[in-house]
């Protein structure tokens, strides 16, 4: 309720006292949050949610605003921002998407859009948004200072529904950026944070419901749902990650692997498949198998080598190594990620360091694995993945 609630808040304030006064709607957005954290255990949670955090934001507002001016501009203001609590537009559907095309203006860089979404849109918090980027909170925070100020000196105003359409590869890059953080969180003691990628999920849905002819839009969404299918196999029992082909797959959901099939069959019948799509029908051809071994790996590599094509994304050349494995041997995988390696064009030395120790393992070459493993153990920050490379080491060894 808060992700979805929050959103809608800010963008109500941002209406009333414009994009340029993000800070003063954000900042005023938290306190209310805040009240209702304190209040409503205590004296029971309001019937209208959106309502209650809306005036107590408003009421916010008036006291920065009275703290800033004179009285006579107290006054005056007094009157403007009181007058809306009676006009209050209500919440709308699809306020989250309002809100992060607001995020992905074409001023801001990619890095800046993302992190603003994330921090206004997500509702993380500085130090989640550092985390997981692996960056010092003080950077992420400038970082998002900036962004709000470059917003109000661009004199930005909410996008109308023409406009999105040139923020939406940031629009869908931003979605899919909040789904991986919450499907695999790259930081702390869980695998997932459940919240955030069924809050992309939804963002998603909400975008699909504006734009449901778009090859890429379906594809984002049938992408997210086919992944979020098999959430509940990915941990055991203590929390333990789980990896594909270990997992029990009687525990996927079924009903949103169907759906999301069928969003992805129907947007490809409408178009040329972009990057999401690609990744997407992969995503389905894993769901279909019904066991690691009977996986079309065949097909899943050639659709890699058509993601790498189209995008020149090493992301892609590292699963196309694991595909070029299943396919062609563990040799071929390994030649695949020490050429990656080697042209220094993928910075994260984790995720090269544990791909290459499960080639390594399927090789048998054991000792080289471990030391791979354990590799990658020392550059992740999620205490999971950590304690899972760990106990592919542990076996090794054994």
Known sequence: MWRRTAPQVLVALLRRYGTGQFDLCEDALQEALLAAHRQWPRDGAPTDAHAWLLTVAHRRMIDRIRSDHQRRERERSYFDVWHPLADAPAPSRDDGVRLLRLCCHPALTRSSQVSLALRAVAGLTTAQIARAFLLPEATVAQRVSRAKARIRAEGGVFPGPTDGVDRQESVLAVIYVMFTEGHTSSAGANVHDVRLSDE????????????????????????MMLTDARRAARTGARGELIPLDEQDRSMWDRAAIDEGTAILDQALGRGAPGPYAIQAAIAALHDAAENAESTDWLQILALYRMLEQSTQNPIATINRAVAEAMVHGPAAGLAVVDELAQSGVLADHR????????????????????????AAAQLTLSIPEREYLHARAARLRD
Not at 201 to 223: K, S, T
Not at 351 to 374: K, Q
């Open 200 to 223: 992309a999920i939804h963002l998603g849905r909400e975008l699909h419901e504006d734009r449901p002819d778009d090859v890429e839009v379906a594809g984002l969404l049938a992408l």
């Open 351 to 374: 995720r090269i360091a544990a791909v290459r120790g499960h080639l390594l393992e399927r090789a048998g070459r054991d000792g080289e694995a471990v030391e791979a493993y354990l």
